[in-house]
């Protein structure tokens, strides 16, 4: 199975910080990689799909950039609706799996 | 708008089997996509339980797949999960989701709000 680290776990921000979320793959997964923003209660929402596509009606402050094994979700300017955590998944290969989670924070 | 909504019981017995049905508005199950199960356990992360495909074929996580099956009703446009022999480790928040596939891979491009299931005597 491919195994996807995410960094930080959790992070703390003010509204209008730049926060940069990692992701590493275990192999090269090319550009098969996605993230999703997940809040207690709501359905997941899908951001960024293929490494830097962006899911329509997602704020464009979410960017995603990365390739092979190192990915990354950027939000330009944090908004108060960005508290959530955010979870990368592989779709290079089955089983397909997810990052353990980045909680992000306003301060 | 595509809607999905998970429904079933939210409390399993330790060696009985789960069963949740994802019912699908919005879009029919059969014009395309994938459909599939992904659970998250109380302060883990998300683990994919399996798919199935429009045409009825499935295929699931090794992990699990001895105690699985996914199934599709056409007529009353939706999927179902079943997980036999449930364990406290089954305890999770459970989404069904649809996935678009492409190459050998897929991903959840729609979700449900989840159905917690807890498994305990």
């Known amino acids: 199975d491919i195994q996807m680290t995410q960094s930080p776990s959790s992070l703390s921000a003010s509204v209008g910080d730049r926060v940069t979320i990692t992701c590493r793959a275990s192999q090269s997964i090319g550009t098969f990689l996605n993230w999703y923003q997940l809040r207690p209660g709501q359905a997941p929402k899908l951001l960024i799909y293929a490494t830097s596509s962006l899911q329509s009606g997602v704020p464009s402050r979410f960017t995603g950039s990365g390739s092979a094994t190192d990915f990354t979700l950027t939000i330009s300017s944090l908004q108060p609706e960005d508290s959530a955590t955010y979870c990368c998944q592989q779709s290079y290969s089955t089983p397909l799996t997810f990052g353990a989670g980045t909680k992000v924070e306003i301060k | 708008q595509v809607q999905l909504q998970e429904s079933g019981p939210g409390l399993v017995k330790p060696s009985e089997t789960l069963s949740l049905t994802c019912a699908v508005s919005?879009?029919?199950?059969?014009?395309?996509?994938?459909w599939g199960w992904i659970r998250q356990p109380p302060g883990k992360g998300l683990e994919w339980i399996g798919s199935?495909?429009?045409?009825?074929?499935?295929y699931y996580n090794p992990s699990l797949m001895s105690r699985i099956t996914i199934s599709v009703d056409t007529s009353k446009n939706h999927f179902s999960l079943r997980l036999s022999s449930v364990t406290a480790a089954d305890t999770a928040v459970y989404y069904c989701?649809?996935?678009?596939?492409?190459?050998?891979?897929?991903?959840?491009?729609?979700w449900g709000q989840g159905t917690l299931v807890t498994v305990s005597s």
């Open positions: 199935i495909y429009d045409s009825g074929s499935p």
């Open positions: 919005g879009y029919s199950i059969s014009s395309g996509y994938q």
């Open positions: 989701a649809r996935l678009y596939y492409y190459g050998s891979g897929s991903y959840p491009d729609h």
